[in-house]
Each structure stands twice: as C-alpha cells, then as structure tokens.
C-alpha cells in the first residue's frame, strides 16, 4: 500500500468516526401537551437543559403531540434534566387570517405562563431513548 492510499483511509477512517459522533449521544423523545385534558396546537416547546449545553426543541401538532429534534437535521435531544418553555407558535395562514385561530385566548394566555425559564415549573429529566412526556398544563 502507498503512502497516498493509507492518507485516503485514514481521512476516510476519520470522516467515519466523525460523522457517527454526533448523534450517539441523543436519544428520542416524544410526547403530548394538553391543557384540562385538551390537546394544545401550535406550540412550540423549548427544552432548556441545566448544563447549559444547546437547547431541544418541539411543535405540537393539533393533537397535542411533538417530537423533540436537536437540530434541523437531527432528531432527539441528549440525556439530563431539562426545564421547559413554552411558546405560541402561530401559523402564516393564521396570521392572514386565512384559518381561525387554533387556539383561544384563554390558552395562549396559559401557554404564556410557562414562557419564563425561572417560572415555568416544567422540569423533565430525560433518561432513555423512546421516553415520552405526559405535559398537563394547569
């Protein structure tokens, strides 16, 4: 073997290496936010971890259901406890006033309760790949 054929398996050796190390440590997470038994739509949640590290993120759907993704291309958030934001995250058709509101006043005024890290109270620690969180908003 030439020495230009050991550079190029070790450059692909390390690209290898490389591009499975940025998903190992996540797992998936799921789950469903309700409100008085309710689903909450349009809602996007922020997952705010203690360590400081980068922050997860999920968006109802009108179920009530989200999946956390890391990133644009990557789905699931790392290991550790979390506190949870919430924000409304209102459509373009909605603001044109194409389609109703999905939600009334009343719940994006709860949804606002929970929009301050220090006052949300929502805190989750995430421990296993496939671990859905039950959200019941009060």
């Not at 440590?25 to 309710?38: E, M, S």
């Not at 993120?57 to 550790?80: A, E, I, K, W």
């Not at 058709?93 to 890290?117: G, W």
Request: aromatic fraction near 8%; charge should be positive; proline fraction near 5%.
């Amino acid at each position: 073997m030439n020495q230009r054929t050991r550079w190029l398996f070790a450059a692909l050796a390390l690209l290898l290496a490389a591009g499975g190390c940025g998903q190992s440590h996540l797992v998936n997470a799921t789950g469903r936010l309700t409100y008085q038994g309710q689903p909450v739509p349009s809602t996007r949640l922020t997952f705010l971890p203690d360590d400081q590290t980068r922050a997860a993120h999920g968006l109802t759907d009108d179920n009530g259901n989200f999946t956390v993704t890391y990133s644009r291309t990557q789905t699931g958030m790392p290991r550790g406890w979390f506190t949870v934001v919430l924000s409304y995250d209102m459509s373009v058709d909605e603001e044109l006033h194409k389609i109703p509101p999905k939600a009334s006043h009343e719940l994006k005024a709860v949804i606002a309760r929970y929009s301050d890290p220090k006052t949300s109270g929502l805190r989750y620690e995430i421990t296993k790949s496939g671990q859905f969180l039950d959200i019941d908003l009060k």
